[in-house]
């Protein structure tokens, strides 16, 4: 991997509200819904054997440490090239001793600053963040963290179609984590339904959406109780 070119940010430091919003993380496969607070350092993405260490803030504008710590050659396969122009890549010094490998040879490691967007207001910036965060957690087979999983959704295909290249084919690969994920389970579960109905709607997906109305109509009873609910369209 070559020092991306674009310079870094004069701003962009991660920018967490004094009284944040409540994000929680859906753990589709054991159908749980928990509290989260790891967007300073999530341990499910600082992988013993990451060569990537992922800092939520322009270079020099903080010395609090990474956020991740991630594989190099999974991002590489999954089409991510444009998130290394974009956002501000450096090789570090190598190190002293020997690689996890076994080697004998110090294994090359990488820092990489994403910032939210200047001009951005504080709120927004977490947002961006929490966006961040939840790309890697596709990349990387890890569940979603938001406010609401439908805009969750909705913010993670659009940061898919900035960090990655233009061949990937980004509504499949996210299909497929959500598959995965256990998010596709919408049995008894009115927020994946109504969340991803949401997230159909919004990129016009219609044998998605039709197949999570369906779903929502069966639990209609309760639906209104789910916070996912408010997003939908009226016209829905």
């Known amino acids: 991997m070559e020092r991306s070119r674009r310079p870094a940010s004069n701003a962009g430091i991660l920018k967490t509200p004094r009284r944040g919003p409540h994000v929680k993380r859906w753990d589709g496969k054991n159908r749980t819904c928990a ?30 440490g990474p956020t991740f710590r991630v594989p190099f050659e999974t991002l590489q396969k999954f089409n991510c090239g444009p998130l290394f122009s974009i956002c501000f890549a450096q090789l570090l010094p190598e190190l002293q001793g ?3 490998t076994g080697s004998g040879r110090p294994q090359d490691k990488y820092e990489l600053y994403i910032p939210a ?24 087979r890890k569940p979603l963290v938001g406010t609401t999983m439908g805009k969750a959704l909705v913010t993670l295909h659009d940061r898919m179609r900035m960090f990655r290249a233009k061949r990937a084919n980004n509504h499949n690969d996210l299909l497929v984590y959500l598959e995965e994920m256990g998010y596709l389970n919408f049995a008894h579960h009115p927020d994946y339904a109504l969340a991803v109905l949401y997230y159909a709607e919004q990129y016009q997906i219609f ?10 109509v069966a639990m209609n009873d309760g639906l209104y ?11 829905t």
Request: contains cysteine; glycine residues 6%.
């Open 98 to 100: 020997s690689s996890p």
């Open 225 to 235: 109780l789910s916070p996912e609910f408010a997003a939908i369209s009226p016209t």
């Open 35 to 64: 509290d989260w607070d790891g967007l300073r350092r999530d341990s499910e993405l600082f992988f013993q054997n990451g060569d990537i260490l992922v800092h939520l803030y322009a270079k020099g504008n903080s010395r609090r």
């Open 117 to 140: 967007p200047d001009h951005v207001p504080r709120d927004d910036a977490f947002s961006w963040h929490i966006t961040t965060r939840n790309f890697f957690a596709l990349v990387y």
């Open 207 to 216: 044998g998605l959406w039709a197949d999570a109305f369906v779903h929502c």
